[in-house]
């Protein structure tokens, strides 16, 4: 299952979760928290709990359009997201590539409601998951099982800093290639959390875009459902 960790900056607590967080203190604000949620493959399910993947109910034909389902976090931005894009990765996909396919997917977002929730700003040599003063979307090393990882910094209900780590343990596609991860179908689903939406896990919200697992050449969460929007929409409106 995801991984929510809430930490106060001035404080950070010894846990075991807190050593694979690449974290470091931006700065001493006793009121900011970082919420960090993991997202898994879907091969998780089976190798945790054989029982629950033998036993689970996927709709067999896609309801995204008519599922209302979504799940709000307690907290979102209460201005436009202005994030960088750090291009660098393995994979020899060009900058430009990867710049489009993320864009893509922040576009998807803002096209369902007449607020302005993402601004692209360029590109920049920063890595995410460490609270700079900048949003960033990066390839980086994460823990196996885990196909990316969001940061929310907050305070209060306000989002003031997020990030995206795309873990570069797998195999990355930009063309739904089979037996890699789509980026643009990866990073729909993450920029949801930007928007303040959490993960659905029951086998009926499937096909919505903030399911909460993922799979190799999976496609279908670079749209999204009826679920998606009305959580969208019950943050920033219509």
């Not at 629950?52 to 709000?72: E, G, H, V, W």
């Not at 894009?85 to 576009?107: C, E, G, L, R, W």
């Not at 196909?147 to 343990?169: C, F, H, K, P, Q």
């Not at 959490?198 to 399911?211: E, F």
């Amino acid at each position: 299952m995801r991984k929510i960790c809430v930490l106060t900056l001035t404080a950070l607590i010894a846990l075991s979760f807190i050593a694979t967080l690449p974290l470091s203190a931006y700065a001493a604000e006793s009121s900011v928290q970082l919420t960090a949620i993991e997202w898994y493959n879907m091969e998780n399910i089976e190798k945790e709990n054989p029982h629950k993947a033998s036993s689970r109910q996927i709709p067999t034909t896609d309801n995204a359009m008519s599922n209302p389902d979504f799940k709000l976090l307690s907290f979102h931005w209460d201005s436009t997201a202005n994030y960088l894009i750090n291009p660098a990765n393995k994979y020899h996909f060009s900058a430009s590539d990867v710049v489009k396919a993320i864009t893509a997917s922040a576009d998807t977002w803002d096209a369902q409601t007449g607020a302005i929730v993402f601004s692209y700003s360029g590109t920049a040599d920063l890595k995410a998951g460490k609270r700079d003063g900048y949003n960033v979307v990066s390839w980086g090393n994460y823990k196996k099982g885990v196909l990316a990882v969001t940061y929310l910094w907050r305070s209060g209900t306000n989002i003031v800093e997020t990030d995206t780590l795309i873990n570069e343990l797998y195999e990355w596609s930009l063309s739904d290639g089979a037996g890699k991860m789509d980026l643009q179908n990866i990073m729909t689903h993450e920029f949801g959390h930007w928007c303040g939406l959490d993960d659905l896990y029951a086998d009926k919200d499937y096909w919505l875009t903030m399911y909460g697992y993922s799979d190799y050449g999976e496609t279908y969460k670079r749209t999204l459902g009826l679920g998606d929007t009305l959580g969208l929409k019950a943050v920033y409106g219509a």
